[in-house]
């Protein structure tokens, strides 16, 4: 087990009349020039709100999207600014900027535009670093999503202020994964998703030592069942980690896998969908079928605690996203301590509307997965107080 994480805490600060640069995960889905799901605004909310109530005049940070370190207007956060009705800078640096950061008054705040415009953010460049600096009285870092990133606005900027400190919504996530990945209360049930064993194969080794039973849907379910010999059609594989999953097979832990499935002739193939027990050769599984369902729902009847991560299914594409909707549904009503990560599974969640029904909902697919593995996130890292 990892020691204890404590963080400094946005609650403990004086921030009256200072500058205080919050790092925040706007990097939210837009559709033309309006946000499209604006969960992860909502989710920093908490922490600017706080800020701008304790008289501190706030500079807002984020990324959006992978722009290729220069300006590119598909990646301006101008409809973030328009959506939370704040004035955004020009740039996230220089003369221009930092005039407008003076100009600030006590409760103000003000975006910056996106930091990935600029090649130093990722490379957590020290003139970058000095030149965010300039912005800053008092650093807070709030983007659990990018907690695993070692970039300037993430890890560098923590150490250039005199005072650094985490927001509302870090806290928490450190708190509630710490909590699944340190002193699960057991049983302890996971359920894993996705399209690739290869993007989970470290997190999958690491529940396999805490958890009781792992349930495991979506495409990399098909490298498993490969792996004991069952026939799998069309099916997603990665032949190259057979041997791998039939390790983990032989592990102590109980690894569920699907005992039906949803098949078709392809991805587009939605008008021949069907539930078989046996994947013909020339199909392809894309959801889990209701006998799986089934089993899912019977481990969860007892867990005291449950982390799941990533769809059962083409979650995308109807009808194949009924296991992964009834999954987010039976969350809803367990009675365990409950979290859920990775942007389908919380979409599930939200479109079946129980988020407020989970007992945590976080905002970082892969930070949550490295931290779970009980790897060093460098945003945290930066903030940590030492014994």
């Known amino acids: 087990m990892s020691p204890a994480i404590r ?3 946005v ?3 004086d921030l009256r009349g200072k500058r205080v640069f919050i790092r925040a995960d706007l990097n939210v889905p837009l559709k033309g020039a309006e946000v499209a799901d604006a969960s992860r605004i909502d989710a920093s909310r908490q922490t600017l709100d706080f800020v701008r109530s ?3 005049r706030v500079v807002l940070a ?3 999207g992978r722009p290729k370190a220069a300006p590119e207007a598909k990646y301006s956060l101008a409809p973030v600014a328009k959506h939370m009705g704040l004035r955004l800078a ?3 640096v220089g003369a221009e900027v930092e005039a407008l950061v003076a100009g600030l008054r006590d409760g103000d705040a003000l975006l910056l535009e996106n930091l990935r415009f600029h090649a130093g953010e990722e490379k957590n460049d020290p003139a970058f670093v000095a030149a965010l600096a300039k912005l800053a009285d008092v650093y807070v870092n709030d983007a659990f999503g990018t907690a695993h990133r070692a970039h300037a606005s993430t890890a560098g900027l923590a150490h250039a202020c005199r005072e650094s400190a985490a927001g509302y919504l870090l806290l928490r996530e450190v708190e509630a994964l710490s909590r699944v990945r340190d002193d699960p209360a057991h049983p302890y049930v996971c359920i894993l998703g996705g399209a690739k064993v290869s993007d ?7 529940l396999a030592k805490r958890a009781d039973s792992i349930a495991i849907g979506g495409a990399m379910a098909y490298t498993f069942l490969l792996a004991k010999g069952e026939p799998v059609g069309k099916s997603l594989v990665e032949r190259e ?3 791998t999953a039939r390790k983990l097979l032989g592990g102590k832990t109980e690894i569920l896998l699907p005992v039906d499935h949803v098949v078709a002739a392809g ?3 939605t008008a021949g969908a069907r539930v078989v027990e046996t994947i013909p050769d020339g199909a392809m599984a894309l959801d889990i079928g209701p006998r799986s369902r089934a089993a899912i729902e019977r481990r969860l009847a007892d867990a005291k605690t449950v982390f799941w991560n990533g769809p059962l299914g083409l979650f995308e594409k109807p009808p194949f996203d009924a296991g992964t909707r009834a999954v987010a549904e039976m969350l809803a009503r367990s009675s365990a301590y409950t979290v859920v990560g990775g942007g389908d599974s919380l979409a599930a969640v939200q479109a079946a509307g129980v988020g407020a029904r989970i007992s945590h909902l976080s905002t970082g697919g892969g930070a949550s997965l490295e931290f779970l593995e009980g790897r060093e996130l460098p945003g945290i890292e930066a903030l940590r107080i030492r014994r």
């Not at 989970?200 to 690491?206: N, R």
């Open 200 to 206: 989970k194969l470290a997190v999958l080794e690491t």
């Open 62 to 64: 984020s990324h959006l």
């Open 90 to 92: 020009p740039d996230c």
């Open 11 to 13: 609650a403990d600060l």
């Open 7 to 9: 963080l400094p805490s």
């Open 241 to 243: 980690l057979v041997d």
């Open 54 to 56: 304790r008289g501190g």
């Open 267 to 269: 991805l587009d193939d």
